[in-house]
């Protein structure tokens, strides 16, 4: 099984709920907002993205080939919002899940608020495919995949980025709202079974 078929099976497994995509069924205006918002650089594929608010991307966290990129709250601090699979790869020992946040080490930590998966999950998700990435025989900060395997993945690259930061920030409070009410709705939905 190729690397890129291994990295897809376990997304696969978490994928569904929860406004988390796959590639290439991420939608084009979600990879958009996230690539301007979280400074993902143009030649990063974009494996799966998860939002953790209601808007193209507020918040959220997205798995690349490359790292790991995500956006918080504004009261949950971190000290990146981006880390290779090397550095996830060498920080794993200090992952800990935590009621509303993921601690990924080094100060480095990740808002899970609005998620439906658990903190646990999400760490459990990180385990999988830094065992994955350690799996890999050359050393590199990402995942290795081969011109084949490129040739599968989508990337949908805007040419507006400073526009898209720019709606992403007057957005912001109307997606506190927002997020608030799907906190709510997901309450709402565990209970009734919905």
Same mark, same amino acid.
């Given at each position: 099984? !190729? =690397? %890129?078929?291994?990295?897809? $099976?376990?997304?696969? @497994? @978490? ?10 069924? #991420? ?6 907002? *996230?690539?301007? #918002? +979280?400074?993902i650089p143009d030649d990063e594929y974009v494996l799966a993205?998860? /939002? ?6 507020? /918040? ?6 490359? *790292?790991? @990129? ?6 949950? *601090?971190?000290?990146v919002n981006k880390l290779t699979w090397n550095e996830l790869?060498?920080? $794993? !020992?200090?992952?800990?899940? /935590? ?22 999950? =999400? &760490?459990? %998700? +990180?385990?999988?495919?830094?065992? /994955? @990435? ?9 995942? #290795? ?9 989508? $990337? ?7 526009? +898209? $930061?720019?709606?992403?920030?007057? !957005?912001?409070?109307? *997606? ?6 799907? &906190?709510?709705?997901?309450? +709402?939905?565990?209970l009734f079974g919905r």
């Open positions: 099984m !190729s =690397m %890129l078929d291994e990295v897809m $099976k376990v997304l696969t @497994y @978490y994928h569904g709920e929860n406004n988390f995509n796959m590639n290439p069924l #991420i939608p084009k205006d979600v990879e958009h907002y *996230a690539r301007a #918002i +979280l400074d993205a998860m /939002r953790t608010s209601f808007t193209q991307f507020h /918040r959220g966290i997205v798995i690349g080939r490359d *790292a790991i @990129y995500w956006r918080n709250d504004h009261k949950v *601090a971190t000290s790869s060498q920080q $794993k !020992s200090q992952f800990r899940a /935590r009621r509303r946040t993921v601690e990924l080490g080094n100060g480095a930590v990740f808002d899970n608020i609005g998620s439906l998966n658990k903190t646990s999950i =999400m &760490i459990n %998700l +990180l385990d999988l495919l830094i065992d /994955r @990435y350690q799996s890999q025989t050359t050393p590199s900060d990402g995942f #290795i995949f081969d011109e084949a395997e490129i040739h599968e993945l989508q $990337k949908s690259i805007p040419s507006n980025k400073q526009e +898209l $930061k720019k709606q992403c920030a007057e !957005s912001a409070a109307d *997606a506190e709202t927002v997020s608030f009410f799907s &906190i709510i709705s997901s309450l +709402l939905k565990k």
